[in-house]
């Protein structure tokens, strides 16, 4: 009954609907009771042989018009209880969407996505059961039982109601007991499904890599002893499920079994007619459905409640990266201020920044280079406010970017992280993600910018081209210069490449960087790459190793030092000479 008090703010939103509905639950409740006398009362005027054609026509039209509107109100109440009960699920799921998108990085490094799908698809569907069915057989098995019972006390025989209800605490105990231990075993049952969803996520989208690596036999062999485990676990479920019918049978057994034997009594004393005890009987055999009902209440709600303990769980969990409470609404522009002492990420003693400090102008163009691992997508990460939790300050346009509120601040940036996620729709519609509106044109000036404009034209369909999931049909350099273009429809304040450029070429490198100082005059671009290349033109250079910063100033600047700006970039020199050595022997 618990998640009945958890769900209070939403029966309270939906409380109309709800009162409506359990209206015309009761009045069902009441109308259930007219067959059963009016078929005591027949039986008896036949027995007395008092029972005319008019009378008989006038019960029978009295059972129709009581069926009907039975009929109705069964058929409304359903749109109403239901009804709200689908909104439940809607407004949970949207909760958890919207959570999900405030989220934080730390937070999808901690969950599997299988199991963040589990929680939006199985357990709002038990929630949702709990607000529809479980409100249903409550208040059904309350006003039906509490109705028949005062009906046969009333109107036959309280003391035969009396000696028949006997069994009945039997009920009350054992589905207590079950539903206990039924809400330990459903949550254990619910995270094995959430498992076994990400397994099966995870197997899918990474599916060229078990092929790559002919590992489907082992993969299949996971999957089969995790989906084994999921059935074990639900059948633990079922079987205190199970229990439930059978214990109810029994007790109502028992009710039939002493009101037949002690309504015969009192029948043989005169005490009570046949019509009575056929009435009587009626009116017991319609308490199965109550006591069944009962019985599937406490399933529901058990399952219903160890679902919604799931959900909460996910909602209490706060983002790591929030609002503070002065941040006003600006979209920041201006110089950019790096102050950075140290940094780690959560749960690491290790530093991945320490003493990372620059400065760049407006409409300037920072190169960051290093190692892999020294630390560069570590720096943007703490521009675009991924983490926030080092020491040190970081501004724009002198102001602290903590103090700017996170819809209004990410809005200055265009980026294009190392992972191109593309999405299963069209190209045209992939590059217009961030703007819908944008126009045609629009579009394809930042493909062309991109120099992915004639790449799409060559495909069957054109910027109309549907792309697999993640960008699968596309190459690597393909989906790079789409992921470029989706940022540059922005014209964003600040343009942030990770390492995008890696899978193009150097001609193709080449006039994207061309383009984007053409086109981005007075917007600042950074860019961080292995290939020195791609920044040797920028205003200002910066080399990272092992998390701090050793090098810094212009190409040229860094060319008359000697340390390993200067010897990557000798060195890459020679790997192009060796190339193009190679491409003209084997042109020969």
């Known amino acids: ?83 709200s009960s689908v909104k439940l699920a809607k407004q949970l799921r949207t909760q958890l969407y919207d959570h999900f998108t405030k989220m934080s990085s730390i937070f999808y490094q901690k969950k599997r996505i299988g199991d963040l799908m589990a929680h939006a698809t199985n357990d709002i569907q038990a929630v949702q059961q709990t607000a529809g069915a479980g409100i249903l057989t409550l208040v059904d098995s309350i006003a039906t039982g509490g109705f028949v019972i005062l009906a046969m006390a009333t109107t036959i025989s309280w003391k035969l109601t009396l000696i028949s209800l006997l069994p009945m605490p039997i009920i009350a105990f054992l589905t207590s ?177 320490d003493t990372i400090h620059f400065s760049i102008k407006r409409g300037q163009t920072l190169g960051i280079v290093g190692k892999t691992g020294a630390g560069k997508t570590s720096i943007l990460k703490l521009l675009i406010r991924e983490f926030e ?31 191109h996620f593309l999405f299963s729709t069209t190209i045209k519609e992939n590059i217009a993600f961030a703007n819908p509106n944008a126009s045609m044109e629009e579009i394809e000036e930042a493909a062309k910018i991109a120099s992915v404009h004639e790449d799409i034209l060559s495909f069957p369909n054109g910027y109309m081209t549907v792309v697999g999931e993640r960008g699968v049909s596309l190459s690597g350099g393909q989906k790079q210069r789409i992921s470029i273009a989706r940022a540059l429809l922005l014209n964003p304040e600040i343009l942030i490449l990770d390492d995008a450029l890696s899978s193009v070429d150097a001609k193709t490198e080449e006039a994207i960087l061309t383009a984007l100082k053409e086109n981005r005059k007075g917007k600042t671009t950074i860019i961080t790459s292995h290939r020195l290349s791609a920044i040797q033109h920028a205003d200002l250079i910066i080399v990272i190793e092992n998390g701090k910063l050793v090098e810094k100033g212009t190409h040229e600047q860094l060319m008359t030092k000697e340390g390993w700006y200067r010897d990557m970039y000798h060195q890459q020199q020679l790997e192009m000479e060796v190339k193009r050595g190679g491409s003209s022997s084997n042109g020969k």
Request: hydrophobic fraction near 45%.
């Open 1 to 83: 009954m618990k998640v009945f008090i958890l769900l209070r703010w939403f029966f309270k939103q939906e409380r109309k609907s709800y009162l409506i509905g359990i209206g015309m639950l009761f009045f069902v409740a009441i109308l259930q009771l007219v067959p059963p006398k009016i078929i005591g009362i027949v039986a008896d005027e036949i027995g007395g042989r008092t029972l005319t054609a008019k009378e008989l026509f006038g019960w029978l039209l009295l059972l129709i018009l009581t069926g009907l509107t039975m009929y109705g109100l069964r058929y409304y109440w359903r749109i109403y209880i239901f009804g």
């Open 177 to 353: 007991l079950y539903g206990k231990k039924l809400h330990k075993r459903f949550r254990v049952a619910q995270e094995a499904f959430s498992s076994l969803n990400d397994k099966t996520q995870e197997s899918i989208s990474g599916i060229k890599v078990l092929k790559a690596f002919g590992q489907e036999e082992e993969n299949i062999a996971s999957f089969r002893d995790q989906s084994e485990d999921v059935v074990r676990k639900n059948i633990a479920v079922a079987k205190i499920d199970s229990l439930y019918d059978p214990t109810i049978s029994v007790v109502v057994g028992l009710s039939f079994f002493l009101s037949i034997g002690f309504g015969a009594k009192y029948v043989v004393e005169g005490s009570l007619t046949i019509g009575e005890l056929i009435a009587f009987n009626t009116y017991l055999g319609m308490l199965i459905w109550p006591m069944l009902a009962f019985g599937w209440f406490f399933n529901i709600v058990e399952r219903g409640h160890a679902s919604y303990n799931r959900i909460l769980s996910l909602l209490n969990e706060r983002a790591d990266v929030k609002d503070q409470p002065e941040a006003v609404e600006l979209v920041p522009s201006g110089d950019i201020k790096y102050r950075v002492d140290r940094f780690s990420y959560p749960n690491t003693d290790r530093y991945a920044l």
């Open 389 to 419: 939790n080092f020491e040190g300050e970081i501004k724009i346009g002198n102001i602290p970017i903590q103090n700017m509120k996170l819809d209004f601040y990410r809005r200055a940036f265009g980026y294009v992280p190392q992972d």
